[in-house]
């Protein structure tokens, strides 16, 4: 292959990589956690558990490589099918009816495909990352309480996460007593495993396998996956969506999508790409829509990024998208071959390794938590927000919580950051240095003074303050150098130096705008405060950083010579 093609062929395949020895491990300690984790799911959620179980096939393999966060594994989650069964709800529609299941995930994959061609992942970007830290540490206690049952055969009461986990923790004489010895037995088993360097990537399919059969052998009286619903020793065949459901789809999809997204967007945070790529929202959107739209014609329930799922691969050693591939490759052999073994994985085998998974990347968070705890009080605040509202709202509200916490952060922190700085000038080298801007502007001197802000209109009364007091300060000029200011600022800012250029005339005195971008003289000239200035008045920025003001120091020293000279005359 030549030409285009091949240049074409020769990125896909960078792209992709090659899949390693520790990603077939992965992949396969995946496949096997996504039958129980999978089937669990939907049955919770009211669907066919078989819908969950075959939602860990087509959408891990479609998510993997299309997906720009290398490790992501796209499939069911506890959230998506609560919601996905109150959207079906809503909607009047069954959530055993597998059309209506496809049209629901189907809509959801359009949804998020039109969100990764719209870009919209950019919203993601004003998340900032206390709020993200949150976030993620939130849905890690959502993945450890949610297998409580299946680890001890204890449920918890409790309308918040923190609450079930207190419940839990402070009932110890609810535990069942042979769930809770086959759990134990199996994070041991891990922990002995894990402890061996040869063995660490093969940790929790060591567990799984061993704690499993000697419980079989056993004859060990716990919940299996056969408990849940038998495996079908097939593959998903075509499913037509009922195209008439759509129309009353559109909403609920959106909130099904919202949360799948929500929960994917702590994947990247947790979970690095391994090959030193970087992630990216809108691909990662566009990868999980994809999974979806494949996933609905295959009797797929709705799909997002899993952090749990993840978790699990990356601590089996995964290390290239390969792994998410191979998970859903190898789930589709055991369907198809060992059905009637996976049949009997205990439950609290897969309880106790999603308390481990769960611990570790709550444990991976802690350095990231205490970088948030060490830079302010309000992020700091911001995080213990967020990992609230995650632990006791529905994570579509969460996230919404979590957007509006960043966008506050955001201002408080940028209305705090603004200052004005002195600047001299060595007139024998030609040097700027900065000092301490002035309190007071000096009649008859050149005060040349740095807005460092955003403009934003929050920060605009502390540079009021800031800015020197013009009273007295005949024939004086003030430079403010506004080069870092963006190109189009706030319309609070136009009038902020309309008000004061008024008091500085009053007084006899000047001011001097320099260093602008083009968006700024261009606002500037439209709204006449050039005019009102004079044109020599408001200078643009130039290539070199200190031209603009050295021509605005040297017109305003002029003037202040003419202004001099027409006193002189005067008297």
């Not at 998506?80 to 059309?99: C, F, H, K, N, Y």
């Not at 739209?293 to 601590?315: E, K, M």
């Not at 055991?334 to 085998?349: D, F």
Request: net charge neutral.
């Amino acid at each position: 292959m030549t030409g285009a093609g091949g240049k074409r062929w020769a990125a896909l395949r960078r792209r992709l990589g090659r899949p390693k020895g520790s990603d077939v491990t992965a992949g396969m300690v995946t496949g096997l956690f996504s039958i129980p984790e999978g089937m669990a799911y939907a049955s919770i959620g009211g669907f066919n558990p078989v819908a969950g179980l075959y939602a860990g096939v087509l959408p891990p393999i479609l998510g993997a490589l299309t997906a720009r966060t290398v490790l992501m594994v796209t499939t069911l989650t506890s959230a998506i099918a609560l919601t996905g069964q109150s959207v079906l709800r809503e909607a009047g529609l069954d959530p055993r009816d597998a059309g209506d299941i496809a049209a629901l995930t189907l809509m959801t994959g359009a949804v998020m495909l039109l969100m990764g061609l719209l870009r919209l992942g950019v919203v993601l970007s004003f998340v900032s990352n206390a709020v993200m830290t949150g976030f993620s540490t939130g849905i890690a206690l959502q993945i450890i309480t949610g297998v409580f049952e299946d680890a001890t055969g204890y449920r918890p009461d409790g309308h918040n996460q923190l609450l079930k986990l207190w419940n839990w923790v402070t009932h110890p004489q609810h535990w069942q007593l042979a769930p809770t010895l086959v759990a134990l037995a199996t994070i041991v088993v891990w922990a002995a495993a894990h402890r061996v360097r040869r063995l660490r990537a093969t940790a929790l399919l060591i567990a799984m396998v061993a704690v499993a059969l000697v419980a079989g052998l056993l004859g060990t009286e716990v919940e299996t996956v056969a408990d849940i619903a038998a495996i079908p020793a097939s593959l998903p065949g075509f499913t037509a969506p009922h195209w008439g459901a759509m129309p009353g789809l559109i909403g609920g999809a959106c909130a099904v999508a919202l949360v799948a997204l929500a929960q994917a967007a702590g994947v990247a945070p947790s979970l690095p790409n391994p090959d030193g790529s970087r992630s990216d929202v809108n691909g990662d959107f566009l990868a999980q829509g994809v999974a979806n739209v494949g996933g609905a014609l295959f009797q797929s329930l709705p799909a997002g990024g899993s952090l749990s799922r993840t978790g699990v691969a990356a601590s089996a050693g995964a290390r290239t998208r390969w792994a998410g591939v191979i998970s859903g490759v190898f789930l589709a052999l055991v369907v198809l071959i060992l059905g009637g073994l996976a049949e009997r994985i205990p439950m609290p085998v897969i309880g106790a390794l999603i308390l481990v998974v769960g611990g570790e990347l709550i444990w991976g968070k802690r350095h990231d938590i205490a970088l948030v705890l060490q830079t302010s009080k309000l992020s700091a605040a911001a995080m213990a927000a967020t990992f609230l509202a995650t632990t006791q709202l529905p994570l579509q509200q969460a996230i919404v919580l979590g957007a509006v916490l960043s966008l506050l952060l955001y201002c408080a922190q940028a209305a705090r950051q603004v200052r004005l700085v002195g600047l001299t000038r060595d007139d024998a080298t030609g040097a700027w240095s900065t000092a301490e801007a002035p309190g007071h502007l000096a009649p008859g001197q050149v005060t040349v003074v740095a807005y460092e802000g955003t403009s934003f209109f929050a920060e605009l009364p502390h540079l009021e303050n800031a800015l020197p007091d013009p009273a007295g300060a005949r024939d004086g000029v003030l430079i403010v150098v506004l080069r870092t200011a963006p190109g189009v600022p706030s319309s609070a800012m136009v009038k902020l130096l309309r008000r004061y250029a008024a008091t500085l005339h009053a007084e006899g005195a000047r001011l001097v705008l320099a260093g602008l971008q083009p968006g700024m003289v261009d606002l500037l000239r439209r709204t006449g405060l050039t005019r009102e200035l004079g044109a020599d008045a408001v200078l643009p920025a130039q290539p070199r950083i200190f031209a603009p003001v050295d021509q605005a120091l040297a017109e305003s020293r002029a003037w202040i010579t003419r202004r001099e000279g027409e006193d002189t005359h005067d008297v």
